[in-house]
């Protein structure tokens, strides 16, 4: 397994609730581990690092980098990569990992994260940007599967054999978000539990949830992974069908849209814990 998180329940940390996630550690309870998207960190200093590194302190860390677009047809934004080097000397994360998009083209800024085609010329040019981010920071990377509305026409490869085949030129593993494989399957018909039992298990270093919203459009329905909402029950069967093939790994719990109470969110968080130590207590 790739990272060096603990095999527990974790969260995505939100300003509102950087005080509540000291009490909870500080009680021994709350989340094991907390990820932030270190692009909200790239000032040198004030609140948000004071507040990064007390939490640092007492918790492990995994940076989540939503910036450097590796799928650009110009390579991977560079001086996001120098931000996130810095950041990662700063602080030691015990993961980093970004995602199999693009989000800038020519210089422009998209904000989003926008699918690739699955060709050999595309696994080839993100094999050489993760090796090249992998080789500044020096460490392995995860790269999360994407949240897809649209497939290519002239695709080489399924998904999944994409990925795998990505981890295998580059020594990256895998960040697998179960909410996106379900979005990927109500937009595109793509089968979650097959593309499950295609990965090799010990590619997988670190697991999402979170919830998605379906929008309609007149006759038009399209899933949108839009972290507003609670895990739903298909995601949470899904999580423990990717855990009985892969064993125990960090589960992250994601809400960045309406953004609930720190109570409520540990909830979901211990019922990810319960079930990721449910299957440490079978490798026992």
Same mark, same amino acid.
């Given at each position: 397994?790739?990272?060096?998180?603990?095999?527990?329940?974790?969260?995505?940390?939100?300003?509102?609730?950087?005080?509540?996630?000291?009490?909870?550690?500080?009680?021994?309870?709350?989340?094991?581990?907390?990820?932030?998207?270190?692009?909200?960190?790239?000032?040198?200093?004030?609140?948000?690092?004071?507040?990064?590194?007390?939490?640092?302190?007492?918790?492990?860390?995994?940076?989540?980098?939503?910036?450097?677009?590796?799928?650009?047809?110009?390579?991977?934004?560079?001086?996001?990569?120098?931000?996130?080097?810095?950041?990662?000397?700063?602080?030691?994360?015990?993961?980093?990992?970004?995602?199999?998009?693009?989000?800038?083209?020519?210089?422009?800024?998209? !904000?989003? +994260?926008?699918?690739?085609?699955?060709?050999?010329? #595309?696994?080839?040019?993100? =094999?050489? &940007? $993760?090796? *090249?981010?992998?080789?500044?920071?020096?460490?392995?990377?995860?790269?999360?599967?994407?949240?897809?509305?649209?497939?290519?026409?002239?695709?080489?490869?399924?998904?999944?054999?994409?990925?795998?085949?990505?981890?295998?030129?580059?020594?990256?593993?895998?960040?697998?978000?179960?909410?996106?494989?379900?979005?990927?399957?109500?937009?595109?018909?793509?089968?979650?539990?097959?593309?499950?039992?295609?990965?090799?298990?010990?590619?997988?270093?670190?697991?999402?949830?979170?919830?998605?919203?379906?929008?309609?459009?007149?006759?038009?329905?399209?899933?949108?992974?839009?972290?507003?909402?609670?895990?739903?029950?298909?995601?949470?069967?899904?999580?423990?069908?990717?855990?009985?093939?892969?064993?125990?790994? !960090?589960? +992250?719990?994601?809400?960045?849209?309406?953004?609930? #109470?720190?109570?409520?969110? =540990?909830? &979901? $968080?211990? *019922?990810?814990?319960?079930?990721?130590?449910?299957?440490?207590?079978?490798?026992?």
């Amino acid at each position: 397994m790739i990272g060096t998180l603990p095999a527990r329940g974790g969260l995505g940390l939100k300003p509102q609730h950087f005080a509540a996630v000291i009490e909870a550690a500080d009680s021994g309870a709350g989340p094991h581990w907390v990820e932030v998207h270190p692009q909200n960190y790239t000032m040198a200093g004030g609140p948000m690092h004071r507040w990064l590194g007390a939490i640092a302190e007492r918790l492990p860390l995994s940076f989540h980098s939503v910036g450097l677009s590796l799928g650009d047809p110009g390579g991977c934004d560079r001086e996001e990569l120098e931000r996130l080097a810095a950041l990662c000397a700063r602080y030691a994360p015990a993961s980093v990992s970004d995602h199999l998009s693009w989000s800038s083209l020519g210089g422009e800024r998209i !904000p989003d +994260l926008l699918p690739l085609p699955m060709t050999h010329a #595309a696994l080839a040019h993100c =094999a050489a &940007e $993760v090796s *090249r981010v992998q080789d500044r920071l020096g460490r392995t990377i995860l790269i999360e599967n994407p949240s897809r509305m649209i497939a290519f026409a002239r695709d080489d490869y399924e998904e999944a054999a994409f990925l795998t085949e990505l981890c295998r030129r580059t020594g990256c593993g895998l960040l697998v978000d179960v909410n996106n494989l379900l979005v990927s399957e109500f937009n595109l018909g793509l089968d979650p539990r097959g593309w499950i039992d295609a990965i090799d298990p010990r590619l997988v270093g670190e697991i999402h949830v979170a919830g998605h919203a379906i929008v309609v459009e007149g006759p038009a329905r399209i899933a949108i992974d839009d972290h507003g909402s609670q895990v739903g029950e298909a995601c949470w069967d899904l999580l423990a069908h990717l855990l009985s093939r892969c064993g125990p790994r !960090p589960v +992250l719990v994601e809400r960045d849209n309406d953004v609930p #109470a720190f109570t409520e969110l =540990a909830g &979901e $968080v211990e *019922r990810a814990d319960r079930m990721v130590t449910s299957e440490l207590a079978d490798v026992a």
